[in-house]
């Protein structure tokens, strides 16, 4: 599930909160409006695919396969991987930083081959 809100930091800045429960460290995550469109500026595989990204993101943060702690310095950053998005053989990873108590925000999105971090979560086998 998702929320909308406004900024709290005195702009009418709209955010959508997407709601997960895979690490207790991050129960919600806000993604900004502006922060979209300039997922292309710094991943230039993603300029073609920034109308559909909206529902990766959220899926990737609901329902991660993984969830890495970012390495220092980027204290209480995680990523969020999941392979059930896909650019070529490379799983979508969604970068979080929590800036609230539980509450993080979205920072960026890309396809690498490799995640860094420390693995903190995995989602369990479905076959067992």
Known sequence: MSGEGKSTEGTD?????????AVPEVSEVRVYDETL??????????RNLIPSLEFAIHDTI???????????????????????HLH??????????????????FKTAYFPSEVS????????????
Do not use: C
Request: net charge negative.
């Open 37 to 46: 469109p300039h997922l292309g500026d710094g991943h230039p595989e993603l």
């Open 62 to 84: 609901s329902q991660p396969t993984e969830v890495y702690a970012s390495n220092p310095p980027h204290v209480n950053s995680f990523k969020f991987r999941s392979d059930n």
């Open 13 to 21: 800045t709209d955010y959508r909160v997407i709601k997960t429960t």
């Open 117 to 128: 971090g420390q693995l903190v979560w995995k989602e369990d086998s479905k076959d067992d």
């Open 88 to 105: 070529g053989d490379n799983p979508m990873v969604v970068a979080v930083k929590v800036v609230e108590g539980t509450s993080a925000l």
